[in-house]
């Protein structure tokens, strides 16, 4: 099986303690990310300051040589504070990120009102490993006749 993306920082920053407050002083938040076969998945909070705004993730697949930048959706059934706003995106990663070895950098920017945030991880970039899956450990061996039908007669 193709390996997986392991987030080299806690992959639910907006399930800690003073996530609302960071929001509020910084304006953008990594909410939430997850890997699947598709790609990265997550969600991003934003301090809603004007109804006009921009959502966006720049990553990296070899440690910022090239770069891309993937637009994050409103999420319509945001939260409920009236304060913040949610986005989504879906990084595409493709057959680069499938290799063991692959290193995945990304940072997310804020546009609105002619002015721009950023949520970097405090400088350090959000990261991911390749990491490769375990197989299934194999079980004790089984007998080959225990799952056959007995008929007696």
Same mark, same amino acid.
């Given at each position: 099986p193709p390996p997986l993306l392991e987030p080299l920082f806690p992959p639910q920053p907006g399930a800690s303690p003073g996530f609302?407050? /960071?929001v509020r002083q910084h304006k953008v938040r990594l909410e939430w990310v997850r890997a699947e076969p598709a790609g &990265? *998945? $997550?969600?991003? *909070?934003?301090l809603n300051l004007a109804y006009e705004k921009a959502v966006s993730v720049r990553y990296t697949l070899n440690r910022?040589?090239?770069? !891309? #930048?993937?637009? +994050?959706?409103?999420? @319509?059934? $945001? @939260?409920?504070? $009236?304060l913040t706003d949610? %986005?989504? %995106? &879906? &990084? @595409?990663? $493709?057959? !680069? !990120?499938?290799?063991?070895? !692959? +290193? &995945? #950098?990304? +940072?997310? /920017?804020? *546009?609105?009102?002619g002015s721009e945030y950023w949520d970097n991880n405090e400088g350090a970039n959000y990261r991911l490993r390749g990491r490769q899956r375990v197989p299934p450990a194999d079980g004790p061996p089984q007998d080959p006749d225990s799952s056959a039908w007995i008929h007696f007669i």
């Open positions: 609302a407050e /960071r &990265l *998945r $997550g969600a991003v *909070r934003v910022w040589a090239s770069c !891309a #930048e993937v637009p +994050a959706a409103y999420q @319509p059934a $945001g @939260p409920a504070d $009236g949610r %986005f989504a %995106f &879906l &990084l @595409p990663l $493709g057959a !680069a !990120a499938a290799a063991a070895e !692959a +290193a &995945l #950098e990304f +940072a997310v /920017r804020y *546009r609105v009102a």
